[in-house]
């Protein structure tokens, strides 16, 4: 069974990682999506947002059709709308064909890390399980990285609608794997086995829900996360190319390198918080506000850039974004430990809905800010540079909403006393 759990996770880690490679992939081709399908800023943030918006509204109910479907045959249907949904965008020649395209890309990648949790817990003993979840999301996140350079790459090997079509077609291999090797559960296991008396029961799904959001912690946390993620979304996976490449002059594969130094900065940044809070701070709460205060002022300062000049100092400041960032994943583990732990799993799904919906309205709204302000602009930069600006205020004022949350402590996972 050893083998067959890691073929489990790896498969599962597969679509993961295509998950995150659509999410973050609007950046690069950003110019080439605004020339072939004559798009303004605000056009451009709208299908960028599609994916994200899709994405955030499945979050509500994925959790029970994960409950009652298992997270197989879920994530298989899911992953084949997806499939068409990349099939669609590579064909689109015009807004509502992009944006439909986009949608069902959202749609179909919305269970690729909540199934294959679920997935984890069944086949991986408990005291395992944070370290091989741990795992998981740092394999997975090489999706962000593969949406930069490579991909620069193989656009200008072939252009974007070709380069998606190729990746259409490595994603049915990845769903055609997870096919033949995925099961709900070992065979000496009941699958979907649940708490005795939790099981099925509409009242305590509904007592669940009253519970958290009855929480000021969970709004305060949810309304942070929404901002936080959302800013940084906005940047990575939209706007930094555009910034770059329109306004700097860069080319594409080295825009596409300093975008994949802020991935890269998430990735060791989402580990490296985790550190921070588990063994330095011992809090979930300052951890958090470090990496929030860190990582606005790394946006003010790229948002004063105006010239392609000191590209080794611009990279550093994009990669500190990625890095503290990336502490945004200790907002999880922190909401998990502020409730009872049976709720765990409404709690972080209850936040993923606010982080990715602030990712999609984050990218959408700035274009229109942008076309807003385009005819008093004096230059292209200044557009930018206002974006920036809003996305760093942003951050600062989540950091201010954390301030009312209830600490943990991650030790002992008791809730300490507000500070």
Known sequence: MNHKRWAIFGVSASLFLTSLFYRASAAVIAPDLSQDLHLGPEDLG?????FFYAFALVQIP??????????????????????????LFAQAHTLSAGVTGRALLGLGMSANLMGSLVLLTRWFEPHKFATVSGLFLALGTLGSVAATSPLAMLVGLMGWR??????????????LGFI???RDAPADQQPWAEPSGR????RSSLGSLKTLFGNWSYWAIS????LRYGAYAAIQSLWAGPFLMEYLGLSPLVAGNLILLISMGFILGSPGGGVISDRLLKSRKKAILIGSLIASAAVFLVSRWSAPALLPLLGALLFLLGFFAAFNQVSYAHIKELMPPHMSGTAMAGINFFTMFGGGLFMHSLGGVMKYLSGDAAQPGELYSTAFVICGCAILINAGLYLTTR???PATHVPTKPS
């Open 46 to 50: 709208l299908l960028g947002a599609a």
């Open 62 to 87: 994925l959790g029970m059709v994960l409950d009652r479907a298992g997270a197989r045959r879920t994530m298989v249907i899911l992953n084949g709308v997806g499939l068409a949904g990349t099939l």
């Open 199 to 202: 099981a099925g029961n509409s």
């Open 223 to 226: 309304m942070s996360i929404f």
């Open 162 to 175: 070709n380069a998606f079509m190729v990746l259409a077609l490595l994603h049915a291999i990845f769903i």
């Open 407 to 409: 600490d943990t402590v």
């Open 180 to 182: 033949l090797i995925v």
